[in-house]
């Protein structure tokens, strides 16, 4: 059969969101981690504070890390291909 519009190709955008989202995140946990001083006010403000806890940091650092690297494979497999 010749080519649909059927494809199972991932979008375009949907890599570099992936990395955008993930690194972004990351950089985020990775701060309250290191410095929790400097978040601490804004994070509190917002009614988010039970996010200062390290446990849920880590696992946080841990999941963004993973969304980056999705990323980054999605967008090295449709360069690739």
């Keep these: 059969m010749e080519g649909g519009p059927q494809s199972h190709e991932p979008p375009s955008w949907l890599g570099r969101t992936l990395m955008a989202v993930g690194i972004s995140g990351a950089a985020f946990a990775a701060l309250c981690c290191v410095a929790p001083f400097l978040v601490a006010g804004l994070?509190?403000?917002v009614g988010l504070g039970f996010l200062l806890n390290d446990?849920?940091?880590?696992?946080?650092?841990v999941v963004f890390t993973?969304?980056?690297a999705l990323g980054y494979y999605v967008l090295r497999r449709q360069k690739c291909a």
Excluded: E, H, Q, S
Excluded at 55 to 61: F, I, K, N, S, V
């Design 66 to 68: 993973g969304v980056a």
């Design 55 to 61: 446990a849920l940091l880590m696992g946080l650092l």
């Design 43 to 45: 994070v509190t403000a």
